[in-house]
């Protein structure tokens, strides 16, 4: 076992990297693959997760879909991307025509404090976007493996 | 292994939409951390979860390993008709586990 | 004058933890709301685990059922606990208890006290107890437990020579580097940590504070853990049970 205490002092709030607004490489070339390069737009869905994250091990995150569309728009998937994680993917989830509000709610591990984005894919071909920055602090006393 | 656990209503109306939530006991062992000699842990996780519902596709995802460990899962099928809602996941292993519940449309 | 009446108020304030306060208040809402819904509170794949096991025989052996019946009888028991073993008169923690039962019992095996099963068996024990004050006897042997357990408390331990009381009392309500510092209660075991990304015990919790300070830890079986847990369980005396409590 490895225990660590990390005592006061120490850099306790992971900062995020610094940002020009620009989405990391692998997570646009993701988001590429993905729309095709067609236009990713703000609306449509909404992703919900707390701004000051206590511990990344699990984090509540949602991401609905807040006003009704039609059947033509309809949500077929929604993606979600963790930028500060090793592997950026977090999940992809597919919606049948049974599935009477797509949308979900899990929780994820945040390495990091980073930008979290999620992207949907409708039926008539639009991508829509949303994103949220957030803090991840670190607990003082841990007891890992 | 524990059970997982569904909630989910018995009894619903036609054409209203319902939540599904599942909690799932796995170590969801993401891959990156290291053992107490410093080597690394494989990843093991849950990659896939399906929900059918009268045998047909309602939900299904793909995780990866930042979803948490002992996964927990909230997503909403809309009441088509009385039948067996299947929910299947799949780990790194190949292994797969299902549960079904019953659900009556009135 | 001013500076006088401070003092004397500092000096007869009395316990620094008169009015027991649960580590759930230090948590932030996620955590708190992942402990208040049931359905979202992942302690309870223990706590039906633990449900099941109850039911079960063990191999040639009796079911807890077989002599308790319903579970629901257990209502009350995790908040007593530690308690003196009735027939040996020896201290034991809930986990004790159960391991006894086993030996006499059930003729089953001792169960590892951080193995799943135990867990599981404990925290669908302690759900039972859930809103009760916590409230153990504190007469007859459990009196010098208790007494020994509050000056390991007080004695300061390992390299950074600090004692449980150092931070769980003087410092409790303070901020380490992100985090407040809890009272450090036994309410709310076992407890699902998302540190741990588990369920766990505080017996498991007491060694993580003690190698934090770089001391050498308790063994699981050490009288010394015993007595810590009690005096751990008197001075949060009147707390409602949590169990299956969530924590970061």
Redesign the interface.
Known sequence: MHRRMLLAGAALLALPPARAGATKPEVAAAIQALTGGAKLRQGRIKLDIPLLVENGNAVAMTVSVPDAVSEAERIRSIHVFAEGNPNPNVINAFFGPRSGRPGLSTRIRLATSQTVIAVAACADGTFWTDSIELLVTLAACIDEI | M????I?APKSVRRG???DI?I?I?H??E?G??R??VGKPIPREIINRFVCT??G?????????????????????????ESGVIVMTWTDDLGASQFESIEITVT | MRAAALLALLLFAGPAVAQPRSGYWDAGPQVRAMQDDDTANPGFLWVEQGRAAWQAPPPGGKACAGCHGDIAAMRGVAARYPAADPASGAPVDLAGRINLCRAVNQSAPKLAREGAEMLALAAAIGVESRGLPQRIATDGPMASVIARGEALFRTRMGQLNLSCAQCHEARAGARLGGAVIPEGHANAYPEYRLEWQTIGSLARRIRACLTGVRAEPFAADAPEMLELEAWLALRGAGLPMETPGVRP
Do not use: H, K, W
Not at chain 2, 2 to 5: D, H, I, K, W, Y
Not at chain 2, 70 to 79: D, E, G, K
């Open positions: 524990a059970r997982p656990l909630n209203e939409v319902f939530r909690l006991a170590p969801m993401s990156q951390r053992d107490d519902y009268g047909e596709e309602v939900f299904r995802a793909e995780f990866f390993p930042a979803i948490a460990a002992n996964p927990f899962l909230t997503f909403s099928v809309s009441a088509v």
